[in-house]
């Protein structure tokens, strides 16, 4: 077990959240050559080390903080994968125990470690004449819309634009999620409106600022993209919240006069950690491994992406075979299940979880393909035909796995998710998933025109789900909008009665309610109901 708490730049979250640390930051100001301030600033280490920053933590970098922002969450509750180790003597996230101190890190990362960096950033441009600053300006708040749109899809209500606003009363107020998605779009047009000089030759990168840039190195016609795309993702989030804005937005999004979508794997958003994937490190602790929904769908899929996901069983009792944990089982010793599968990122372009140079998936072009897919459902302007961008998707994804065609993959109508057994369950046959299951899938590969509208929703967002690994984020996130794929729900629930069946977010950490009480006390009354697992988010509202 190796769970650190890691402690904000600024002490108490109150003045963290009102008033900037610049002053504080430590990546600034590490300066172990002597390097005077002024060759720092004329170099631009002091505007390239918190974009660089705030990068790595979108995804982050630093094993401690993934495996509380998302590890014992997100990726849990996706079904990608699963704990063996008895937390807390077996009580906690991952059936339904809330842990609060794991929790609270999940905004410390956003708040301290994204905003906080990133206004630092902002202050720091205003200290230089005559240098434009609008392609890491537009960098920076498309780095705000991708980190915090996932904050807010774990919580609902968050401080975005209110961060570092003071009331009379020193309390800070919360955007609700609505209201969050309406300041996401927002930040999205300016940054589209900053990109686009540098996408038609008016303006030029500076080339100090491409060292800024670890997802794509400078080139702003890719950024561009990645806002359309983000864009997009977040039109298709709202779709059952607010039909008539998720298709305007998706509608802009898709127009190529915009800028085009991320529609092949080259400009794919990947950051580059420079250092070991946390991943790498957390399965090393033996403190996660594969989740039994995975492995059921690309082994009852005959799925060659399976290896390059996920590796064989080493304990003795299933060595060889390809097995997951079963979210929320009775665990009584580590290792019980920690010779069960290791989950595996190895992609056509990398290892994503490399032990010298990990990398982060932000979005990628098999996804934008799914989300059109969608968007065709629906009927929106510039989407194209359903299917082909259903078989489109599954094609990009098989080149980012480096799995060969796809073309008898896509084309199979008989396979289905395989049934669960598992042999070291405490009480024989307690977490197996037999057939006909209700909560195993029988959906088939095969697109089918003739379907109706929920049977091409569950087929295309079973084979998006098994796109977008290992973003466990991304992943519950569409489980909870869509209901798809089908997940094994938890053999244990221990929220005790607040969670029935899955859980829908996570509560507000304590320190967050009782350092802005105000604050908090108003945020609450934005949700559907109570602050906790329970309670569905704003955009989680489909009929």
């Known amino acids: 077990m190796k769970i ?24 600034l100001n590490t300066n172990p050559a002597g390097i005077t301030e002024d060759v720092f600033k004329a170099d631009f280490q ?29 990726d849990i509750y996706s079904g990608f994968m ?16 809330m842990m609060d101190g794991w929790n609270g890190d999940i905004l410390d990362v956003a708040y301290n470690k994204v905003l906080q960096v990133l206004s630092d950033y902002q202050k720091l441009t205003a200290t230089y004449q005559g240098v434009d600053f609008s392609f890491t300006d537009a960098m920076a708040k498309t780095i705000k819309v991708l ?43 300016a940054a589209a409106n900053l990109l686009k000089p540098f996408t038609t030759g008016q303006k030029t990168v500076l080339s100090a600022f491409t060292k800024a840039d670890i997802i794509y190195g400078g080139n702003a016609g890719n950024w561009l993209k990645l806002v359309n795309t983000l864009r997009l993702r977040l039109a298709i989030r709202i779709i059952y919240a607010d039909k ?3 298709q305007a937005q998706g509608e802009k999004a898709m127009n190529p006069a915009n800028g085009g979508l991320i529609t092949d794997n080259a400009a794919n958003a990947i950051v580059d950690f420079g250092q070991r994937s946390p991943l790498d490190e957390i399965i090393g602790w033996a403190d996660i ?24 069983a080493t304990d003795p009792a299933v060595a060889g075979k390809y097995i997951g944990i079963r979210n929320g089982v009775a665990i009584d010793d580590k290792s019980r299940y920690s010779g069960y599968s290791i989950p595996l990122a190895k992609a056509a372009s990398g290892d994503y979880f490399d032990p010298k140079a990990g990398k982060g998936k932000l979005m990628g072009a098999a996804e934008t393909w799914f989300l059109m897919a969608e968007a065709a459902l629906n009927g929106w302007a510039g989407a194209g035909n359903a299917g082909d961008n259903y078989n489109k ?6 080149a980012e796995w480096a799995a060969g065609s796809s073309a008898d993959y896509a ?24 057939l006909k299951d209700p909560s195993l899938s029988t959906i088939t590969i095969k697109w089918d025109d003739a379907g109706t509208y929920e049977q091409k929703l569950e087929r295309l967002i079973t084979q998006k789900w098994i796109a977008i690994y290992p973003d466990g984020e991304e992943a519950w996130t569409e489980f909870r909008r869509t209901g798809y794929p089908k997940l094994f729900p938890v053999v244990v629930n221990n929220s005790g009665g607040l969670i029935k069946g899955f859980i829908r977010r996570l509560p507000i950490p304590s320190k967050y309610q009782s350092n802005n009480k105000p604050g908090y006390d108003r945020a609450v009354q934005t949700l559907n109901g109570p602050d906790n697992g329970g309670t569905k988010l704003w955009w989680d509202s489909k009929p």
């Open 4 to 27: 650190t708490l890691y402690k904000s730049c600024c002490v108490m979250m109150t003045a963290m959240l009102l008033s900037s640390c610049t002053k504080n930051f430590e990546s």
């Open 46 to 74: 002091q505007i390239i080390l918190p974009l660089q920053n705030a990068q790595k933590f979108i995804v982050p970098a630093a094993s401690g903080d993934y495996q509380l922002q998302q590890n014992l969450n997100a």
């Open 82 to 97: 699963m704990s063996p180790t008895p937390f807390n003597g077996g009580i906690n996230n991952t059936n339904y125990f």
């Open 147 to 189: 980190a915090l749109h996932r904050t807010s899809d774990v919580f609902g209500p968050i401080i975005y634009t209110k961060f570092g606003k003071a009331n009379a009363d020193l309390s800070v107020d919360y955007d609700s999620q609505k209201d969050a998605y309406t300041a996401f779009f927002a930040d999205l047009d």
């Open 244 to 246: 008539a804005t998720a």
């Open 289 to 312: 491994r594969t989740g039994a929904p995975l492995t059921s769908y690309l082994l009852g899929y005959n799925d060659p992406r399976l290896t390059h996901m996920v590796a064989p």
């Open 393 to 398: 998707g599954i094609a990009i994804s098989f």
């Open 411 to 434: 084309n199979d109508n008989t396979f289905t998710a395989a049934p669960y057994v598992d042999p070291k369950a405490q009480s024989a046959g307690a977490n197996d998933v037999p």
